[in-house]
């Protein structure tokens, strides 16, 4: 089975801390993504990654970078963090870019940022 | 550009009746797949069912089906016999052959199985 992980459930930090948010797939995905998800707004994609070194900006990038140095690893960073984005986190990978792959979902990080 | 409609954002069935969560896409793309993931209170998405757009064949996953008809653009996924488990928020996603975007969500589908 496909494994997913994230290095949080929950998590609080402060206005203007650098938050790191971890995820990492056991599965030697090609693809990761970064997702948040607030009530109403379904999922946003903020970033992703189709190899290593790479990122392409997803729809709502501002406030966020990305780091993947190895394949099974894809950081979210928020670089000074903010009340507005307190959400959902949520990584997923995927296989390749064939229609049939689905993507996996790791378990999300609940974010609080006061 | 593709997109994915939910237009119910909140649905409740009885138990052990069917239901259906309506799903509609619109793409330019030839070939295209067409997901459904449920997401529990706990958070974690899980895949339910995959069609693909050259699929004959409507899929069928266990209590899953998707009632896929491809001239109306539509990919409802039907839940027979309704179980209270089955209280989750439910996405329909879309694939697409050009292989640069990643899948495209819906808004989702809140459903609340009444026992």
């Known amino acids: 089975d496909v494994k997913v992980t994230q290095s949080s459930r929950y998590l609080v930090k402060r206005t203007g801390e650098k938050v790191f948010l971890e995820c990492v797939q056991d599965m030697d995905h090609e693809n990761m993504f970064w997702y948040r998800q607030d009530p109403g707004l379904g999922l946003r994609l903020i970033y992703f990654?189709?190899?290593?070194?790479?990122?392409e900006k997803g729809d709502i990038p501002e406030g966020y970078s990305v780091s993947r140095e190895k394949k099974e690893r894809f950081s979210l960073i928020l670089e000074s963090a903010s009340t507005n984005q307190t959400s959902m986190y949520l990584c997923a990978s995927r296989l390749g870019r064939q229609v049939e792959h689905e993507q996996y979902f790791g378990p999300g990080t609940r974010l609080t940022v006061t | 550009a593709q997109k994915i409609t939910q237009t119910q954002p909140g649905m409740f069935v009885q138990e052990k009746e069917a239901v259906t969560l309506d799903c509609t896409y619109d793409?330019?793309?030839?070939?295209?797949?067409l997901f459904w993931y449920k997401q529990p209170s706990s958070g974690e998405m899980i895949f339910l069912i995959y069609q693909g757009s050259y699929d004959q064949q409507n899929a069928t996953e266990g209590r899953y089906s998707l009632n896929f008809q491809k001239a109306r653009k539509s990919a409802n996924l039907v839940i027979s016999a309704s179980q209270l488990g089955d209280s989750a928020m439910y996405f329909c996603?879309?694939?697409?052959?050009?292989?640069?975007?990643?899948?495209?969500f819906g808004k989702g589908t809140r459903l609340s199985v009444i026992a």
């Open positions: 793409t330019s793309d030839p070939s295209y797949g």
């Open positions: 996603a879309m694939s697409s052959s050009s292989g640069n975007t990643p899948l495209v």
């Open positions: 990654s189709y190899d290593v070194k790479m990122k």
